[in-house]
T-cell receptor
Framework: AQSVAQPEDQVNVAEGNPLTVKCTYSVSGNPYLFWYVQYPNRGLQFLLKYITGDNLVKGSYGFEAEFNKSQTSFHLKKPSALVSDSALYFCAVRVAGAGSYQLTFGKGTKLSVIP | EAGVVQSPRYKIIEKKQPVAFWCNPISGHNTLYWYLQNLGQGPELLIRYENEEAVDDSQLPKDRFSAERLKGVDSTLKIQPAELGDSAVYLC????????????FGEGSRLTVL
């Protein structure tokens, strides 16, 4: 079975400071990893993904994430937080391999950027 | 380009009543998903379509839930009869490449069952 853990229900950060939203995963095999963001009363929007290659992936709105296989982590980062980054962030994992389409989401982390 | 369109955005019904949600995916996306999102939780897959074929419906409660995707484009998710525990947001998503590609989500249909 595959799973995603987002250990922090909420993360607070001051505007202009760096932010990190944590994600760890568990899969039987190699992972495909995704980050999505959800603004209030909206659907989820794709931010970035790791499929293969460089462990540091860059995505939308200045976000990036680092795949760490030994720690089974895929933390989301941004060098300088904006108030508009305040939203709900979801990490998701799918196991790489033919025929595997099941995408499992974490419970989400609420990010609040304080002006 | 239009995104994934869902309707209605909000629905309030009495328990035991039927309800239906509609989804129009992004043009050219052959894979369509219905997800359930409870408050404070991540989305959980209900059903996945490849064109008009339901290829993964293992999480769909088939005693009261049904879905269809006629002609491989629009899709409808139905609940009959609705129960109090069905109150949630029902998200539709589509993707061009269901394996490595990202999903594009609609804004969701929020159901309240009284």
């Amino acid at each position: 079975a595959q799973s995603v853990a987002q250990p922090e229900d909420q993360v607070n950060v001051a505007e202009g400071n760096p932010l990190t939203v944590k994600c760890t995963y568990s899969v039987s095999g190699n992972p495909y990893l995704f980050w999505y963001v959800q603004y209030p009363n909206r659907g989820l929007q794709f931010l970035l993904k790791y499929i293969t290659g460089d462990n540091l992936v860059k995505g939308s709105y200045g976000f990036e994430a680092e795949f760490n296989k030994s720690q089974t982590s895929f933390h989301l980062k941004k060098p300088s937080a904006l108030v508009s980054d305040s939203a709900l962030y979801f990490c998701a994992v799918r196991v790489a391999g033919a025929g595997s389409y099941q995408l499992t989401f974490g419970k989400g982390t609420k990010l609040s950027v304080i002006p | 380009e239009a995104g994934v369109v869902q309707s209605p955005r909000y629905k309030i019904i009495e328990k035991k009543q039927p309800v239906a949600f509609w989804c129009n995916p992004i043009s050219g996306h052959n894979t369509l998903y219905w997800y359930l999102q409870n408050l404070g939780q991540g989305p959980e897959l209900l059903i996945r379509y490849e064109n008009e074929e339901a290829v993964d419906d293992s999480q769909l409660p088939k005693d009261r839930f049904s879905a269809e995707r006629l002609k491989g484009v629009d899709s409808t998710l139905k609940i009959q009869p609705a129960e109090l525990g069905d109150s949630a947001v029902y998200l539709c998503a589509s993707s061009f490449d269901g394996y490595t590609g990202e999903l594009f989500f609609g804004e969701g249909s929020r159901l309240t069952v009284l």
